[in-house]
């Protein structure tokens, strides 16, 4: 039977989690990710039952729910422009299969079945100054759900931490997760986001330097030196045993052909780089909307290292990182 697992995306609100599981199945149909080629993954939505098993209860609620795709509408909310997860999250299920070369150990976890909660923004990094209030449940509800997860992505936009909010709280919640006695933690993963936005000067060079991992590990560690959470986090590594990985993504990605970034593809002018005579959905071919969007899943699911998978080591500078995007 196929392996399931549990994955949590988690970070403060409008970090562009609901963006990055949207653009994830887009994100391997252009091959836009971090691994090579002849991986061949494919990430097919499923229905709530089909992770359960068709005769629990859940197959019971897909009665009611299960006829329109969420993760459908979920890829459609993201084309409109997107919008702010409710603060119950949403739970979308996946089967993850690997159709070309793979390490053997790899190999050995796939098929696997993903149940991966989108929370929101303000639940998942409650201020905690706050007074307690009607949120007290759907906060237990997270927590619980967070100690179910096998790994846990951090979607966080890549600002100044010192000016944010939400940075204590980030490290209140990995200090929790170091101590909390029956988590089945495997795997953090902290993507930086919104990442095509760094290079909007560049032009059409921009896609050049953006496919460089060398680029991608500069702006980690330089975002990185100024993340007050950090030693909490690392104390989850050494403490609980958990592989932790940091990368950068962008739902958005960059423009084909042009190579500048898609700043803003939520605008009418898109259609201006339609191809003559090509309607419909294949005009989505015509971006690299997606950028990096389905790594953090990969690994969280797989441990598949990529060219923008860093792990402490490498960004501390004492391991190599191996071959560039291909
Ligand atoms: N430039 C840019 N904007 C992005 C990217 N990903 C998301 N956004 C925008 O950022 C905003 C927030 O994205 P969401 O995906 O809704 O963020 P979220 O983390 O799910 O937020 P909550 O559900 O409120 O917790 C939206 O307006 C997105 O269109 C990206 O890669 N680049
Ligand atoms: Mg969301």
Not at 133 to 146: N, S, V, Y
């Amino acid at each position: 039977m196929a392996e399931k697992l549990t994955i949590c995306l988690v970070g403060p609100r409008g970090g562009g989690k609901s963006s990055m599981l949207a653009a994830a199945t887009d994100c391997i149909v252009q091959s836009a990710h971090g691994y090579s080629p002849d991986l061949r993954p494919t990430m097919q939505s499923i229905t709530r039952a089909a992770f359960h098993g068709f005769d629990s209860v859940s197959a019971k609620l897909d009665i009611f729910d299960g006829l329109v795709d969420d993760y459908q509408k979920l890829r459609r909310a993201f084309a409109e422009g997107g919008a702010p997860t409710d603060a119950r999250g949403r739970e979308y299920f996946f089967r993850l299969t690997l159709h070309g070369d793979a390490p053997r150990e790899i190999r050995e976890k796939a098929p696997c079945l993903l149940r991966i909660i989108d929370a929101a923004g303000g639940v998942a990094i409650p201020d905690e100054t706050a007074p307690a209030d009607a949120l007290t449940e759907i906060r237990d509800d997270f927590a619980t759900k967070l100690l179910s997860a096998d790994a846990i992505v951090f979607v966080l936009p890549l600002v100044r931490f010192e000016d944010s909010g939400w940075v204590g709280d980030m490290a209140r919640l990995f200090e929790r997760l170091a101590l909390a006695p029956d988590q089945k933690l495997r795997r953090v993963i902290v993507a930086f986001s919104h990442y095509e936005r760094l290079f909007v000067r560049l032009g059409p060079s921009a896609f050049t330097y953006a496919c460089d991992p060398a680029v991608a590990l500069h702006v980690l560690r330089r975002s990185l030196r100024s993340a007050p959470w950090i030693d909490s986090l690392r104390a989850l590594e050494t403490g609980a045993k958990v592989d932790i990985r940091f990368t950068v993504t962008s739902a958005y990605g960059f423009v084909k052909t042009f190579q500048n970034p898609n700043i803003d593809p939520h605008r009418e002018g898109e259609r201006r780089f339609r191809r003559e005579g090509v309607a419909g959905s294949r005009a989505l071919n015509e971006f690299w909307r997606p950028f990096l969007a389905v790594d953090p899943i990969l690994y969280a699911a797989l441990a598949l290292e990529s060219a923008f998978m860093f792990s402490y080591a490498q960004i501390d500078g004492s391991a190599q990182k191996p071959a560039a995007l291909r």
